[in-house]
């Protein structure tokens, strides 16, 4: 990982700037050639990208970070329910305003009920706020995550919608194989190997971005045609939810006293959502077809520019309590 505020900060803005570059790659990429399509992905491929980026979360958990966690466990848990609370509640509310149905609806909850990102670890420490507290929270919620997801998406989409839509059996079993069992595998590979462990911190971070980037990407090509036809009050909608995550997760923090720099840490992490998850999970649960990836793709491209742009304003203060 970036070592240097500087660093930190253009890592930033080159991953915001890649995401563009990707994106738009895939969008225009018939323009190019119909012969070989690299984007087009099916949903198989979309969960081995989803187990690498997982896989080097694990790298990059270190062991002092996990003896901070038990030593403060409740702020940790209270991040967590911030999160699992605050987000998929907000997702909801956005699809009853603007009273979507079908995919596009089940697009935005899920959205609003996956756990964290990773890229709101790195962000954290663009914004010079507390890293280990970040890493903590996404880890914590990332591994609970086959049973909070399913639970909360059950809630919002209304008990029997969701059991039928979501299907939360299989939801935890994909969360489980694809997200916990790839951490867990991660943070051990990095234990027991001495050269992993000395190249993880420098590897780990740039492989799991750019698998995301390709999660992306596939998203854009297996959308072309619905995102030129995506509503501006859709796009509001999400960049409305976006913000007031962010919103919340710094009030909860100045609520409970936290110091400057873990408000900044649960600020990111709350409103930077896993909607490349989201992503894998829409399409293996819904089609590889389906428009439910819309929202997902469209939120994380955006909470990844709203990420960046907060991130390196906290970055330009000085003082960080």
């Known amino acids: 990982m970036p070592s240097t505020q500087s660093q930190s900060r253009f890592g930033g803005a080159g991953v915001l700037a890649a995401l563009v570059v990707s994106s738009t790659l895939a969008f225009f990429w018939p323009v190019f050639t119909e012969t070989f399509d690299p984007f087009r992905l099916n949903p198989d491929a979309l969960s081995g990208l989803v187990v690498v980026t997982m ?73 010079r706020g507390n890293v280990s507290y970040s890493v903590s ?33 299989k939801m935890a079993v994909t969360l489980l194989l694809t997200v916990v069992v790839p951490v867990i595998a991660g943070y051990w590979v990095k234990r027991l190997n001495l050269f992993v462990r000395n190249h993880a911190p420098v590897l780990a971070p740039p492989v799991a971005t750019v698998a995301l980037l390709w999660i992306i990407a596939s998203v854009v090509a297996g959308n072309r045609d619905r995102l030129s036809q995506v509503a501006i009050s859709l796009l509001a909608g999400l960049l409305v939810m976006n913000l007031l995550g962010y919103f919340s997760g710094y009030t909860v923090g100045r609520v409970a006293r936290m110091p400057e720099a873990m408000r900044r840490a649960l600020t990111l992490e709350v409103g930077m959502q896993n909607a490349g998850l989201g992503t894998m999970l829409a399409a293996t649960l819904l089609g590889a077809d389906s428009a439910a990836q819309i929202p997902t793709a469209a939120y994380t491209f955006g909470c990844m520019l709203t990420g960046t742009v907060l991130a390196a304003a906290w970055a330009g203060r000085r003082n960080v309590g």
């Open 137 to 169: 929270l996404t880890s914590v919620a990332t591994l609970l995550s086959p049973v909070t997801v399913p639970a909360a998406l059950m809630v919002v989409s209304g008990l029997e919608t969701g059991y039928e839509v979501f299907k939360p059996a």
């Open 55 to 127: 896989f080097c979360l694990g790298l990059v958990v270190r062991q002092d970070e996990l003896t901070e966690l038990r030593q403060r466990p409740l702020t940790v848990f209270l991040g967590v329910v911030v999160q699992c609370t605050a987000m998929p509640v907000l997702a909801w509310l956005v699809v009853r305003v603007l009273a979507l149905e079908g995919p596009l609806a089940y697009g935005v909850l899920l959205c609003g009920c996956v756990p964290g990102a990773m890229a709101s670890n790195v962000l954290t420490m663009t914004a």
